[in-house]
């Protein structure tokens, strides 16, 4: 009994070290990740609340087609790649256009659907949500700042195995008190049960960020993880469009829009991709509530003449891509709307709370420790009375 006593007291040990080193040394970046993911998972409300000017529009009777404000989009940046058109299913938001591709900077512009009106532009790494974007991927570092992320979540992923290994009680009686927070106890013992409790609530939703999050960070784990739904590579789908005879005036924007919908009737954000060259077909994605879990729908249309090639619906996909979609949604906490959002906000405000609690347990032991080996040093240098 005392030999398995005393190789639980040895690996207890050693995981109380380990939980203790790793979180002082990679605590404040895991600060700073959960700090910019909380902004970044409210982006899309928070955006035009802020800025209203160019993000929220009069809404008026008849909006411009989508050839004319394609028109008008390549007239603001003339030597620029038109990217993408997004349109918002709030009649009362402006249309944001993208322009550039990975391999060059991408720009932008918001215009008004109804006048055509340019409300801003610029680049987008300007934007106070790219550079939240790029603090929380990237620490400001690009390709080495990935890497020091990505170790970061792979230490998150060993604290959350330690932090519940320490956690572990004994029996049913300290499960209770494992379970809450003992609000009557003193300060230390409060703030012990807040990193403790906090940790083991967080748990489950830091192995949900750390486990999405590396596959930005590590093409060889995006590889592997993929590979468990039935495919590792991501093979980005190119259609060919079809060849047609069709009239000069020919708007197909507007045909490709009304199908869209017509395929998919569920108010939602849709997202025009436009091709690298003029033989491949438009990319129209629609995200939309299927009840309440999002579905992020796929269709391709002949960018000359409007009519659709291929239909990608969501639920008819193979289970990697299905996942290669959610990816995003899962990590940010989106995939059930502003409910699930709320729930990964405050789960994400418990994990930035624990490098912080943390090192208020570390530093109150330490101090505890430097006090006593005083009080010992004080006793041992007192003289005895003759």
């Known amino acids: 009994m005392k030999n398995r006593t005393s190789s639980k007291n040895g690996s207890k040990n050693i995981f109380h070290q380990l939980h203790l080193y790793f979180g002082l040394l990679f605590g404040i970046i895991f600060l700073i990740i959960c700090i910019t993911g909380m902004l970044l998972t409210f982006e899309k409300e928070l955006t035009p609340l802020i800025w209203k000017k160019e993000q929220q529009v009069e809404v008026q009777s008849a909006r411009l087609t989508l050839d004319v404000i394609s028109i008008k989009a390549k007239a603001i940046f003339p030597d620029k790649r038109l990217f993408r058109i997004e349109v918002p299913s709030d009649p009362s938001r402006s249309l944001r256009i993208q322009y550039g591709s990975k391999k060059e900077k991408y720009w932008y512009a ?24 790029d603090i929380h991927r990237f620490l400001l570092m690009d390709k080495i700042g990935a890497t020091i992320t990505g170790i970061s979540a792979i230490v998150a992923l060993l604290l959350s195995i330690s932090g519940l290994y320490l956690w572990w009680p004994k029996n049913k009686h300290i499960l209770k008190q494992r379970l809450k927070i003992k609000m009557s106890a003193s300060t230390k013992r409060k703030v012990w049960d807040f990193h403790a409790v906090g940790g083991f609530y967080a ?28 495919t590792s590579k991501a093979e980005k789908e190119k259609v060919k469009n079809i060849e047609t005879r069709i009239p000069t005036e020919f708007s197909p924007l507007h045909v490709i829009y009304k199908h869209i919908n017509t395929l998919y009737p569920q108010p939602g954000n849709i997202l025009i991709t436009f091709p690298e060259n003029d033989n491949l077909a438009i990319s129209v994605t629609k995200e939309s509530f299927a009840g309440s879990l999002l579905r992020i729908n796929q269709a391709y249309f002949d960018s000359k003449s409007g009519l659709m090639i291929k239909n990608n619906p969501m639920n008819s996909l193979p289970m990697a891509e299905q996942m290669r979609k959610m990816i995003k949604p899962i990590h940010i906490g989106s995939v059930f709307g502003l409910p699930s959002k709320i729930i990964m906000f405050l789960a994400v405000t418990l994990a930035a709370s624990l490098p912080i609690t943390g090192v208020w347990i570390w530093l109150n032991k330490r101090n505890k420790k430097k006090s006593s080996t005083v009080k010992i040093k004080k006793k041992s240098l007192q003289i005895p009375s003759m």
Not at 110 to 133: A, D, H, I, M, W
Not at 204 to 216: A, N, Q, S
């Open 203 to 230: 748990a489950f939703f830091l192995f949900i960020f750390t486990l999405t999050g590396l596959t930005w960070s590590f093409n060889w784990y995006n590889e592997q993880f993929f590979k468990l739904f039935g």
């Open 110 to 133: 918001y215009l008004n659907p109804y006048t055509g009106e340019v409300l801003s532009k610029g680049q987008q790494n300007t934007r106070f949500f790219q550079k939240v974007l």
